[in-house]
């Protein structure tokens, strides 16, 4: 998922541009105590592996607007999605039939439930059917449509039929952002429709996002919370995401990490 290129530091100042908006290189330089040129390195290597872009005087996010690479989004926060993922896993019964969408965490969702027996996964998550290819106990539909290259995924009005044919136990989505009063929202109105479809066509719906997402900013409206029956998630939201959540009857698991 590209995490094995980057360096601890480098993956820092990736997850910081990612949460925090633009970094300036005389900043990042005082923050870990190293050279400028030490710096600029770094920033090469973000760069030039498609995960950030440079301008005078620091480094953001490849095109503002929209959605970073699925590899970089990996990369970011790997640790709480890991966590989120295995609680997700654990909660989904074997012989279950699950929807599963778009998305990084999604993607860490497929590889916690390798060992489940009997699923029957549905989804248009190129990443998801990949790491599902080498379980023979877990039956995998994957949906045609139209290839996104960066997000390695499929859109389309074929996906949206696709998903239709089915109802599902469980349908597992991910989030471009999360706002209070907005809901879920995503970058594209692709993105949007075909996780309509996942939570229309499924019983109970799963959100699995890490605490960065309420400070992203996504434009295209999903659902409200309203429609999330779980969100499991890293760390407790802010009062006002907390109090529209209970306001939404949704359920907040926390992911956090366990302290040895």
């Known amino acids: 998922m590209g995490e094995n290129l980057l360096s601890g ?27 400028t040129q030490t710096i600029r390195r770094d920033i090469n290597v973000l760069c030039d592996l498609g995960f950030a872009r440079r ?18 989004r990996a990369v970011l926060n790997s640790a ?17 039939t699950v929807f ?50 960066n997000d390695r995924d499929v859109v389309g009005a074929d996906v949206l039929r696709f998903f239709e044919k089915f109802y599902a136990s469980y349908a597992v989505i ?8 907005n809901g879920v929202l995503d970058f594209s109105y692709s993105e949007a429709q ?16 890490d605490s960065s997402k309420w400070s992203r900013g996504a434009s295209v409206k999903v659902v409200p919370f309203s429609k999330i029956h779980r969100l499991y998630t ?6 006002e995401a907390a109090d529209a959540l209970a306001a939404a009857d949704t359920e907040i698991v926390l992911c956090e990490e366990v302290l040895a």
């Open 9 to 35: 530091r480098q993956r820092d100042i990736l997850a910081l541009i990612e949460t925090e908006g633009a970094q300036y290189i005389e900043d990042l330089a005082a923050r870990y105590h190293l050279t």
């Open 55 to 72: 301008f005078h005087g620091g480094v953001s996010v490849p095109v503002e607007g929209r959605n970073i690479s699925i590899n970089a």
């Open 80 to 96: 709480a999605k890991q966590r989120i993922a295995q609680r997700v896993a654990a909660a989904i019964e074997p012989g279950s």
């Open 100 to 149: 599963m969408g778009i998305g990084s965490t999604v993607q860490f969702v497929a590889e916690a439930l390798r060992k489940h027996p009997g699923l029957t996964i549905v989804t248009n998550n190129i990443d998801v059917a990949l790491t599902l290819c080498e379980t023979p106990h877990i039956e995998v539909h994957m949906t045609g449509g139209l290839l996104r290259h």
């Open 174 to 181: 991910g989030a471009g952002a999360l706002h209070p009063a």
């Open 194 to 209: 075909i996780t309509e479809a996942l939570i229309a066509n499924s019983r109970t719906t799963i959100l699995a996002a």
């Open 234 to 239: 890293d760390e407790y939201p802010g009062q």
